[in-house]
Every structure is written in structure tokens, then in C-alpha cells.
């Protein structure tokens, strides 16, 4: 086979790899994007969409309003801003979603900024809330699933401030830092710093 054929192959076989590549990430984005057919269910809220596989029943209904209040009190929330949640009760469901991007499927919660959805995992945040009661409460461990959707919005503001790229060279504790913050504002400003480490740490 003479050089120019092999290159003429080569070359094809680049493109062909490239166009996989090009399909494989846009079948990602569009599972990501839009989830909508495994969350039938829906309930809104002034700057929320929740998108539910279960029936949203008042409980979780209150979880979503409690986010409100918490929005309320972010620095960067903005009053027109709206978020898509989808909650899943099913942990097969999360899983699935999770293993797109390669996340614990144990953990309580992700956001896809580029997709503008936030994913959490009410069945892991209730094994959470059973396990460790109000002792946790302000912390990740206190297992509110309104807790997890106002920390996964923070995140989403990071990368709305700073830009996909500049977000993603942080390092991770001042990411998770400023979402821990983020979420519980309101629980900062009802209790002192020492009365919340007296009541966490000899837990």
C-alpha cells in the first residue's frame, strides 16, 4: 500500500472516530437535557420546576418551598433566575443518570450546568435523614432534600460567574465550600458558629 493511500485512510478513519465522538456527546447532552418522559410528575414554585418519578406528595412539596427561602438569602441568586429539578425516588432512575457523568451513584445530588438540570436522589437523602435525625442539621449530612437542590444551585452560580472553564480549575474544597455556604445562609444567621460546632461535633 503506497503512502498516499494509507493517509487517504487515515484520514478517514479520523473522521469517522470524530464524528462518533461528536454523536456520542450530543446523545449525552440530549439524555441529559432532557430527561423529561422518567419524571412525569411536576410541581412549580416561583424559581423552580421540580420534575418528579413519583407524586410529589406535601412533604416534598415543603422541601421545595423551604429552597425558596433559601434562595432568598444567596448573594448571587438572581430574582428572575429559574432552575429544572428532577427528583428521583427510584434509585435505579439516578443511577442511570448519574453513571452519564461518572458520579457516585450514592450521592445525593448533581447539577449538569450546561443542561441547566439538577438531579438529586431523594431515597439516598431519606436513608441520610433516617440514619443521623436533625443531629446533622446545616450540614450535608442533615439529609433535606432541600438542603441538597440549594447546595446543587449554588454550583450552578459558580459556574455562571466564572465560566465553565475558570469553575472547573477550582479546587474542590472552596467549590463544595461555597455551596455548604450557600445552602444553609439562613441556618448561619439563626445559630452562632460555636452553638452549631457544640452541637455537631460531639455527635
Known sequence: MSARSIRYWLTRVIIVAACLCVLYFLALFALLRFPFHAFPHTLQTRHLTAYSDQAIDQKLAAHLQNVETRLAAMPLHR???RYRVFLAHDQKNYRFYASLVRLNPQSQGFAVGLAGNIFVSV??????????????????????????IAHEIAHMHIGRELGFWRERQLVGWIKEGFAEYNAEVVAIRRESFEKFFRRVHHK
Request: glycine share 10%.
Open 79 to 81: 430574582p428572575d433566575a
Open 123 to 148: 431515597s439516598t437523602i431519606q436513608n441520610i435523614a433516617d440514619r443521623y435525625g436533625q443531629d446533622f442539621e446545616g450540614t450535608l449530612l442533615e439529609g433535606s432534600v432541600a438542603h441538597i
